[in-house]
């Protein structure tokens, strides 16, 4: 069974800076493309940023280009999202994806962690 366990979530202020991690268990994380995708109050969800199995190739929102960082450790099946210079409309749930391992996609959706929130204040 996959799954994936999202934590570093919180309340900060406009400016400062959050890592979010997922951890898998279950699935092929070295062989998977893996993703964070952000849900606002009342919106659908988007994708943040994703990144390749061996991180070679990586991807983000405009929205998001140069203040986020997606990086992962196959070693210990965790992706990493370094979130800095926060801004109140970073505010969201922030949902954990992988894609089946070997498909090639740069919006994985086949499994979902539960969610992290994240809030920004002014």
């Known amino acids: 069974q996959v799954q994936l366990v999202e934590s570093g979530g919180g309340l900060v202020q406009a400016g ?3 890592r979010l991690s997922c ?3 279950g699935i092929d994380f070295s062989n998977s493309a893996m993703g964070w995708y952000r849900q606002a109050p009342g919106k659908q969800r988007d994708s943040v ?3 390749t199995p061996t ?3 990586t991807y983000y929102a405009d929205s998001v280009r140069d203040r986020f960082i997606i ?3 196959n070693a210990k099946n965790t992706m990493y999202l370094q979130m800095n210079s926060l801004k109140p409309a970073d505010t969201g749930v922030y949902f954990c994806a992988a894609a089946r391992p070997n498909r090639v996609t740069m919006q994985p959706s086949d499994y979902w962690g539960q969610g992290t ?3 920004v204040s002014s």
């Open 23 to 25: 951890v898998a268990s």
């Open 55 to 57: 991180s070679r190739g």
């Open 71 to 73: 990086s992962r450790d």
């Open 117 to 119: 929130q994240v809030t």
């Open 16 to 18: 400062e800076s959050l």
């Open 49 to 51: 940023a994703a990144i």
